[in-house]
């Protein structure tokens, strides 16, 4: 991994900022570390998810350069209702892996996340209210949502998206032991994959 901000120091992070950027073709999303102050500081991860792609897979790079890749994700099936995505690191190697529940996510949606040798994360989005409100008023899916991921009461990290008309998110990690790169593959997927 080349980038300004090695490995072990990416994985003592406790707050990650992810911005989305949307253009013609592309959604482009951008994780940067928090300054003490609460703005941007090194950037981290930089990806690109194609709109309309035939079979999900969105790659995260170390930064915009697109030198150097830091984990990615892809769909097990072109037709991806349940299969989940496999989240690989810089050598194609498996970190772990996330899925929709597309039963739960009804109501709220819901995710299953896992890494290897931890139990699997249930996130749900918080607020059962703006969760209606998104499904069924079109005109409010600008409305903040916040996923709360966990085994049981223990929360092991959250991904609260921020008021505005850009998409911007605050990721917290509460487990050291999670694996950052797993995570923000899971942050970029909420965006990317949300109305799937």
């Known amino acids: 991994m080349e980038s300004d901000v090695d490995f072990a120091t990416l994985q003592s992070q406790h707050r990650l900022l992810v911005r989305q950027k949307i253009t013609m073709m592309v959604n482009r999303y951008v994780v940067h570390l928090e300054q003490p102050d609460g703005s941007e500081g090194p950037m981290v991860a930089f990806a690109e998810q194609k709109r309309l792609a035939f079979k999900e897979q969105v790659t995260l790079y170390t930064d915009d350069t697109r030198q150097y890749v830091l984990a990615g994700f892809k769909a097990r099936q072109v037709i991806d209702l349940g299969s989940g995505y496999d989240v690989l690191d810089h050598n194609g190697q498996p970190i772990g892996f996330f899925k929709k ?19 699997t994360f249930t996130g749900q989005e918080r607020s059962l209210l703006v969760s209606l409100l998104r499904r069924f008023a079109d005109s409010l899916s600008w409305l903040p949502y ?49 109305a799937r």
């Open 101 to 119: 529940d597309f039963a739960a996510s009804l109501l709220r949606s819901t995710w299953h996340f896992q890494q290897p040798g931890m139990p």
């Open 146 to 194: 916040h996923f709360d991921f966990g085994v049981g009461a223990q929360r092991a990290f959250s991904v609260d998206r921020k008021w505005g008309l850009r998409d911007r998110y605050i990721v917290d990690i509460h487990d050291p032991r999670l694996d950052r790169r797993l995570i923000i593959a899971m942050a970029v997927a909420l965006d990317a994959l949300q």
